[in-house]
Nanobody
């Protein structure tokens, strides 16, 4: 069983930055594609960013492109989401997710393509 634990959320003013982290248990993290999703109150969960197992492929939602950066450190079993130039509309609970089909060079951007999820971390951007 893979466990994912997000951290780094909080309250920030518009224009500010936050870095989210997601620590993943297990010895095969380096073979998984990882993704970040978010869910605002009253809305459906939406894709934010994804990164392939070796970091060679990254893909972003249009709404965050140029502002957010996904990265990973396979030695630390951790995936990150650096969020800059934050906007009030970025306010949501952010979830990391793992796709455990090993060593696939695909950008997965649908929630149903991920089989393990963290509990989420709240990000609130004030105007």
């Amino acid at each position: 069983q893979v466990q994912l634990v997000e951290s780094g959320g909080g309250l920030v003013q518009a224009g500010g930055s936050l870095r989210l982290s997601c620590a993943v248990s297990g010895r095969t993290f380096s073979s998984y594609n990882m993704g970040w999703f978010r869910q605002a109150s009253g809305k459906e969960r939406e894709f934010v960013a994804t990164i392939s197992w070796n970091g060679g492929i990254t893909y972003y939602a249009d709404s965050v492109k140029g502002r957010f950066t996904i990265s990973r450190d396979n030695a630390k079993n951790t995936v990150y989401l650096q969020m800059n130039s934050l906007k009030p509309e970025d306010t949501a609970v952010y979830y990391c997710a793992a796709n455990r089909r090993r060593y696939t060079n695909v950008a997965y951007d649908r929630a149903n393509e991920y089989d393990s999820w963290g509990q989420g971390t709240q990000v609130t951007v004030s105007s």
